[in-house]
Each structure stands twice: as C-alpha cells, then as structure tokens.
C-alpha cells in the first residue's frame, strides 16, 4: 500500500530565518492524523538562511538525523563535539540521557536539510554524535545504506531502523528491498514510485509491500526511511 503527501499539503511555519514544511505534526503544527509512521516521529523540509540557526537546546532520548541537501550546516554540542555536515552528507545524534546542541548555516547561501527524529529502542544510553561523507556516484541498482542500528551501516542509531539514499540518473529505474514499512522522500527532481509520480519535497508511505520501483523522471535524489511499526523499549 503506498499514500503519497505531496509538499504543498505539507504544515508550514515560516519565520522568515527558517521556512520549514512538516511532514508529521511539530511545534505549532497539528493534525492528529500525522503524528508519526511506526517510530519515525519527525520529518521536516527546512530551508535555513544565511548566518542563522538554531540556538542551543536541549533533547533527550531521540534518534536526530540530519541530511544536508543545499549548503552545509555547523553542529556544536555540551558533550564538546563540534562538526559542519555538507551537502550530500549525514549527520547523527542519539540525544540518550540528554544533550544541549546548536545549529547553524554559517555559509553565504541558503542551507536545505531533512530533519529525522526515530524514536529510540533504548532509553537513557550515552549521547553521542557522528558524521560521515558519503560518495557521490549515482545509483544503479539500489540505494546506499546510510543509516542503520546494524553494524554494517556508516552511521548507527540506537532503533532498528535504516535510511537508505541515492542520486538517480534521468531514466534510471531501481528496484528497493523493504524489510518493514518505509517513508519515501524526494529530495530533488521527479521519481515514479510504482507508477505513481513524486515530486521535489513530497512523502510517501509504503506498507505491506517487501520491495518498490523507483524510476527517474528527470535526475533526482531519494531517501528512504525503513521503521518498526511500534516503538521498542528496554
């Protein structure tokens, strides 16, 4: 089963520093419909501008995944670690017993991200924060893991969950395992996802479904978020 949540049904809060599209109901936004997919709590679109950002605040017991899509963004937190993630690249935070980071587009041009909260299988771990540079090749038969709570991923997360990514080339057709259910987001361009077309910035549950067709209509970028359907705890 697939829904689509194409980009200008998405919520919306501009402050003019950030203009972010909420896939799941955040902050200000909601609908008691959209409060999650299985434990994938939070996507948001957002475009930051130049020399802003988010001041320092605390999280606690969330997975945060940040994927840079335009600029790059510089990440500073009270466990002393301090990164900028570029465009194409991931950032990771397990906030655990708690965590106060910041935020901030330090570049001369706009900064676009995805921003991921997965609810975590375990409480109260150690915070933690990590970054990796992923290549830069297209895809051609399957999108890279990017994201995972396996060992096999560049980045772990405490949740058995895992986000895969990949540049498509215009006419590039790939088929994706699904092990569980999966949120697909277009990060650039125009893909068919089992004939069904979406569109820069649109979502996509998948359910009951074990594999899917993505085909590019024109050069595009695509993730896609395997969850559990419940929240583990210990």
């Known amino acids: 089963m697939i829904k689509l949540y194409p ?4 919520g919306r809060a501009n402050h003019g520093w950030l203009d972010a599209r909420h896939h799941f109901s955040f902050a200000d936004y909601y609908n008691p419909h959209r409060m999650g997919f299985g434990v994938l709590r939070v996507v948001n679109d957002d ?3 130049p020399g802003t950002g988010f001041p320092t605040h605390p999280h606690r017991d969330m997975e945060i995944i ?3 899509r335009r600029g790059a963004i510089s990440h500073k937190d009270s466990q002393g670690n301090e990164g900028r993630t570029v465009a194409g690249d991931v950032q990771v935070m397990s906030a655990g017993t708690g965590v106060a980071h910041s935020e901030y587009n330090l570049e001369e041009v706009e900064t676009n991200i995805f921003q991921i909260w997965i609810e975590p299988k375990e409480y109260g771990v150690q915070p ?4 990796y540079e992923f290549p830069k090749q297209s895809a051609n038969s399957e999108l890279s ?3 995972s709570g396996a060992d096999n991923a560049p980045l772990w997360i405490n949740q058995d969950a895992a ?3 990949g540049s498509l080339v215009e006419g590039t057709e790939i088929l994706q395992p699904i092990t569980q259910q999966a949120y697909v987001l277009v990060s650039e361009g125009q893909v068919e996802l089992e004939g069904r077309l979406m569109k820069k910035g649109d979502g996509a549950e998948v359910t009951e479904l074990d594999l899917i067709r993505l085909q590019a209509i024109v050069d595009s970028e695509v993730l896609v978020i395997e969850v559990p359907e419940h929240k583990k705890t210990a």
Do not use: P
Request: zero cysteines; hydrophobic letters at 55%.
């Open 145 to 147: 893991l990017l994201v």
């Open 128 to 131: 933690r924060w990590d970054s």
């Open 47 to 49: 475009i930051i501008q």
């Open 66 to 68: 940040t994927y840079v």
């Open 163 to 165: 986000i895969y990514a």
């Open 7 to 10: 980009f200008e049904e998405l």
